[in-house]
T-cell receptor, first 112, second 113 residues
């Protein structure tokens, strides 16, 4: 089992729809989770951090964390073509001395 | 507020050569982590430097080494380059003990021929 797994893409949604990106992690001790957005040919950009169970909202983005199910998700409301990118989920692994481990990424395409 | 900077932007090397990549962290940050990102994959953790020491290391061979300077900037050195070392090398900075948020620089694209 991979330490951080994301649903395979690419994910395609129409403009204005809700995009749902999912991620599971293997380490029950992990407490810190992050979503990064990476445009083609660019470096990852931190867009959301979440540390507690429940939802965290920032503009059109909502991160959801369920530690019992070891599951993290990112919802993007009113998706725009400019949201088209690869979204990377990352978990901080305390039991490995503190490493940020990334999933393989999910490519999102928002069609006008 | 100066962000993370990396140099060079692109680099082409021949198999067997050595390469040095450089990173300056975001203003106020003291920790630098290095990642390798192959095409279509997520970043893979190489190592992390704090207080001029390597604190954590991922599953990379000893050909990968690094250094952190008193001004918190860092270098990544790769010896005996292999074709498989071709990738985007990312530097991320953070503030130790504050949060685990890491901010990435623009990356160095290394091509080994």
């Amino acid at each position: 089992q991979k330490e951080v797994e994301q649903n395979s893409g690419p994910l395609s949604v129409p403009e204005g729809a809700i995009a749902s990106l999912n991620c599971t992690y293997s380490d029950r001790v992990s407490q810190s989770f992050f979503w990064y957005r990476q445009y083609s040919g660019k470096s990852p950009e931190l867009i959301m951090s979440i540390y507690s169970n429940g939802d965290k909202e920032d503009g059109r983005f909502t991160a959801q964390l369920n530690k019992a199910s070891q599951y993290v998700s990112l919802l993007i409301r009113d998706s725009q073509p400019s949201d088209s990118a690869t979204y990377l989920c990352a978990a901080f692994f305390y039991n490995q001395g503190g490493k940020l481990i990334f999933g393989q990424g999910t490519e999102l395409s928002v069609k006008p | 507020d100066a962000g993370v900077t990396q140099s060079p932007t692109h680099l082409i090397k021949t198999r067997g050569q050595q390469v040095t990549l450089r990173c300056s962290p975001k203003s106020g940050h003291d920790t630098v982590s290095w990642y390798q990102q192959a095409l279509g994959q997520g970043p893979q953790f190489i190592f992390q430097y704090y207080e001029e020491e390597e604190r954590q290391r991922g599953n990379f061979p000893d050909r990968f080494s690094g250094h952190q300077f008193p001004n918190y900037s860092s270098e990544l050195n790769v010896n005996a380059l292999l074709l498989g070392d071709s990738a985007l090398y990312l530097c991320a900075s953070s503030l130790q003990g504050y949060s685990y948020e890491q901010y990435f620089g623009p990356g160095t694209r290394l091509t080994v021929t």
